[in-house]
């Protein structure tokens, strides 16, 4: 109202003015009347104004229920993207996140853990040496790299995934960026990935593109907190007696002769997308080369080294060892169905032999413990809706040459997935499972999921994951009087069966901005 009765004060105010003006100075403001008024200058904007801002807060809350039944799990997370747009051809982007579990401040290490289960067939002292390490107090850059657009060339710069698959969780030809396994393998698939500080150049040909990459950060996989109730694939050299020798072999970041490199074409063919890649890269799994008796009554034990005069002890050598990867991928969509595969032969890996290996009868086993040869990886997967329900089954296999019975994996080395996804609109809601079966180990990962999308920003998740197998046996036996002792025939290497006693209900709550 007040803004109304000023402009209609205004208007009486200029026709008393024309009234009261000479016939001169009249006509001169007349030629103004319809001028339009100037438009005020616009503020240049800020410079925080120039950025794009996303990001989530999220807490994840696990519940172990079997014994010891604890919370394992109440971590916060703070999560957050920005990209700038510096010029037409010249974009800037970052994610990171930091994050806190709670767990650790509510509930004893060695509950949440599962120590006392866990490990109830091991000697003691090995309870005793497992560092209280805990996935917790991180804050890590996700991303942070800079995008050119040139003519016939994109060019990415900086730390970034760069992903060569074509099929959704399965790593095949997609060797890039090595896996962070602070949880296993439960993460969602960029959350347990390690990016790299890396450089990605796209050159657009007429019939496809070539992609270069150039990796000078090297890492390799990342295992669980020591001492965790996920703790899988530990440096072997960490908390070794000192009698025992072990010495590590890595290369080293930002040295020239120790950088990764690779080159992908990609083109489509009969509608069939097609690539074909090399990479030359490092086995992100140290060969752990080890000198070990392969009879337990040559091991020295504590407590009984006097009784064995001719006991030895076993040395280790984890080293870092190159591979060449040479792979191809394709897409073809049959009506519904959409069909991928991907197939890579690899290179320069070794194998790992069984601890009673002894053909030259010296009494340790043979090949330092492990063989290189060279190996095929394939996977399949297709994918179709049926009454809603969009459903990708796989299968992956590794298929070394050359085997020999002696080595710890088979010849033929399957796994099995199966994807389920079903979309709820009347409930807001979408459910999804995810199963993994590793065929040779007889072991099965079961991870059904239901998220509700309470509005715009707010979800609800809720989910359990089941763990079915055997643990692995490292030969550890504890005698009737506390000494310990190790027999190399009954030891067996497992992955998932590991955490069958991890088996949790979670939940997670999530608030995008």
């Known amino acids: 109202m007040a803004l109304s009765i000023a402009f209609i004060c205004c208007g009486d105010a200029a026709v008393a003015a024309d009234d009261a003006l000479p016939s001169g100075q009249v006509e001169f403001a007349d030629q103004f009347a319809d001028a339009p008024a100037a438009a ?15 990001g989530y807060l999220k807490n994840e809350t696990a519940y172990r229920y079997h014994e010891p039944r604890s919370i394992t799990k109440s971590r916060n997370i703070a999560y957050l993207s920005v990209q700038k747009n510096v010029s037409e051809k010249m974009n800037f982007n970052f994610s990171g996140w930091t994050y806190y579990d709670m767990a650790y401040d509510l509930f004893n290490y060695d509950t949440i853990a599962g120590r006392d289960s866990r490990d109830a067939e091991e000697p003691l002292i090995f309870r005793e040496r497992l560092q209280e390490q805990k996935d917790s107090n991180r804050a890590d850059i996700r991303e942070f790299y800079v995008d050119w657009t040139l003519d016939g060339l994109d060019l990415r710069v900086g730390k970034q995934y760069i992903i060569w698959g074509v099929l959704e969780g399965v790593r095949v030809v997609d060797e890039l960026n090595p896996m962070d396994f602070r949880e296993l393998i439960l993460a969602d698939l960029l959350d347990y990935r390690i990016s790299l500080w890396s450089v990605k150049s796209d050159f657009f040909l007429e ?4 992609q270069l990459v150039f990796i000078p950060d090297v890492k390799f996989h990342k ?3 020591r001492g965790s109730e996920w703790e899988l694939l530990q440096d072997v050299c960490i908390d070794q007696p000192e009698e025992i020798i072990c010495q590590e072999r890595k ?16 083109t489509t063919v009969n509608d069939v997308e097609w690539s074909l890649s090399y990479l030359y890269t490092w086995d992100d799994f140290p060969v752990i080369f080890r000198a070990v008796p392969t009879q337990a009554e040559l091991i020295c034990r504590e ?5 064995l005069p001719n006991c030895v002890y076993p040395a280790f050598f984890p080293t870092a060892t190159r591979l060449h990867m040479y792979g191809t991928t394709a897409v073809r969509q049959f009506g519904r169905y959409i069909l991928k595969g991907e197939i890579a032969y690899v290179t320069g890996k070794f194998f790992g032999i069984r601890n009673t290996t002894d053909l030259d009868n010296n009494k340790f086993v043979d090949h330092d413990g492990a063989l290189m040869r060279d190996h095929f990886r394939w996977a399949l997967g297709v994918e179709f809706n049926v009454g809603g329900f969009d459903i990708a089954p796989g299968i992956t296999q590794w298929v070394i040459n050359n085997h020999e019975p ?3 994996q088979d010849r033929y080395d399957s796994t099995l997935t199966l994807f389920v996804r079903k979309e709820m609109p009347q409930q807001a809601a979408v459910f999804q499972m995810l199963i993994i079966d590793l065929v040779n180990m007889r072991e099965l990962l079961v991870k059904p999921k239901v998220t509700f999308q309470i509005d715009d920003r707010f979800q609800l998740g809720a989910g359990v994951d089941l763990f079915f197998g055997l643990k692995s046996d490292f030969g550890n036996r ?3 009087s506390g000494a310990t002792s190790f027999d190399p025939g009954v030891a067996r ?3 998932i069966g590991n955490f069958h006693d991890n088996d949790r209900v979670y939940l997670e709550f999530k608030y995008s901005f």
């Open 40 to 54: 005020p200058e616009e503020a240049e904007p800020s410079f925080w104004s120039t950025f794009t801002w996303s």
């Open 303 to 307: 407590g009984v080294e006097d009784n």
């Open 223 to 225: 295992a669980a907190p």
């Open 478 to 480: 504890t005698t009737a």
């Open 406 to 408: 002696m080595f710890l």
């Open 251 to 266: 290369p080293s970041s930002w040295r020239l002769q120790d950088s990764e490199y690779g080159i992908r074409y990609e």
């Open 493 to 495: 290497a497992q992955f």
């Open 207 to 210: 019939n496809g593109n070539i």
